[in-house]
């Protein structure tokens, strides 16, 4: 059964830090892209980092957290790893990972999101 859990999230305030962690089991790892995904209510999901399969050499930001967040992976672990840095409210969200078939095409599997909380 292939899982991917996230795990981190929590309540900050503005300015401060967390790292969401996106576990895979069941898969083989390397094969997949990963990406981070956010979903605030009532808007829709959007697209936050991505980090290539393989050799994970290409890491790909949204606009809206260039500079601040950071993804990184630890394939033996079959981990990868978002950094957010100086966070803001307007990063409120549930956060997801997904593994795909690149970055930016279509997702196969999952997670159940983790929720992050940025207090003004």
């Known amino acids: 059964e292939v899982q991917l859990v996230e795990s981190g999230g929590g309540l900050v305030q503005a300015g401060e830090s967390l790292r969401l962690s996106c576990a895979a089991s069941g898969l083989t790892f390397d094969d997949y892209a990963i990406g981070w995904f956010r979903q605030a209510p009532g808007k829709e999901r959007e697209g936050v980092s991505c980090?290539?399969?393989?050799?994970?050499?290409?890491?790909i930001y949204a606009d809206s957290v260039k500079g601040r967040f950071t993804i990184s992976s630890d394939n033996a672990k079959n981990t990868v790893y978002l950094q957010m840095n100086s966070l803001k409210p307007e990063d409120t969200a549930i956060y997801y990972c997904a593994a795909l078939f690149r970055c930016g095409s279509y997702s196969y599997y999952w997670g159940q999101g983790t929720q992050v909380t940025v207090s003004s």
């Open positions: 980090i290539s399969s393989g050799a994970r050499s290409t890491h």
